[in-house]
């Protein structure tokens, strides 16, 4: 039973963008707060982002001006943009649902994001 679906990484050189995105089932989108995090290589995994049903956002200081989250409630998803990456921003990236910004109940599979030249 899949409930959250990441689309979207890819290899990327410094300074691009690219966009993730999470479908999510009605269930999930519809209470809670959805979010991204990820996992660097070697590292353990670190909240990215969040955002609540009425749109409220929460940002780690790490992406803050780079970055953003948003939801589109028609089609049950959760996208994030991200720009001028860095190659310290290369992680497995996960889609998160749950009653928390920082601690889910509900991950995706992941997606590899690589910034590299």
């Known amino acids: 039973q899949v409930q959250l679906v990441e689309s979207g990484g890819g290899l990327v050189q410094p300074g691009g963008s690219l966009r993730l995105s999470c479908a999510a089932s009605?269930?999930?989108?519809?209470?809670?707060?959805l979010g991204w995090f990820r996992q660097p290589p070697g590292k353990e995994r670190e909240f990215v982002t969040g955002?609540?049903?009425?749109?409220?956002?929460n940002y780690a200081d790490s992406v803050k001006g780079r970055f953003t989250i948003s939801r589109d409630n028609a089609k049950n998803t959760v996208t994030l943009q991200m720009n001028s990456l860095k190659p310290e921003d290369t992680a497995i990236y996960y889609c998160?649902?749950?009653?928390?910004?920082?601690?889910?109940?509900?991950w995706g599979q992941g997606t590899q994001v690589t910034v590299s030249s």
């Open positions: 955002i609540t049903s009425t749109g409220s956002t």
């Open positions: 998160t649902a749950g009653p928390s910004y920082y601690h889910p109940r509900i």
């Open positions: 009605e269930r999930i989108f519809s209470g809670g707060i």
